[in-house]
């Protein structure tokens, strides 16, 4: 096993929060779980019992600290990469080209925070897979089905039934006078590009803030919104 790479068929988790996530809700990815001998034994156990005798598991300081860049590492978990539909009776969050690691990992784990559990994503982008998205994340990638599409038109395509809201520096609507639907495509664009003019064709919708600032955060927007979406 070496440090991790995109082309890789399988990933893994770094620290013990994210890989019991990868044990509660994505078991049946999971190849190996790998233990620091200073781990704590409590822990250990914990986990040990999430594996309920399916899951592999050994010892290993040296591969640890091969792959981890963190100190405090005491836990890895392998797993197989995957790929989900998306439920056509459910809201979805579309990112398009995402470029940030963090970002995205933290867009995950708000989305859950929310019961926001379908995601889109519109390559080129990060690699959803890359160890420090699932960090960013927490472990929250293992509750949401992700789906990469290679164009926005692809995606509508697929799921045609839901109401697009793009999110737009210059969009049309107000986010608070906006009719809450539940079957709704929330589309946000680059961290630093945002969406083209192309997306103005769709429901365009602003977040007001204050003049001293040129945007928000492409993270603090998407909190803001599901939020909104959520008090429908």
Known sequence: MKRYEKDMDYSYTLGIFPTIE???????????IIFSSEINKDIENKIIELCNNKIEYTYDDKLIKKISDKENCYVIGIFNKYYSNLDLNEPHVVLVNPSNMGNVGTIIRTMLGFNYKNLAIITPSVDIFNPKVIRASMGSIFGVSIKLFSSFDEYKETYNKHKIYTFMTDGKLKLNEIEKDNLVSLVFGNESSGLDESYKKYESVVIN???EIDSLNLTIAIGISLYEFSLK
């Open 22 to 32: 990868l044990l509660n809700r994505k078991i049946i990815a999971v190849s190996k």
């Open 209 to 211: 803030h204050s003049n």
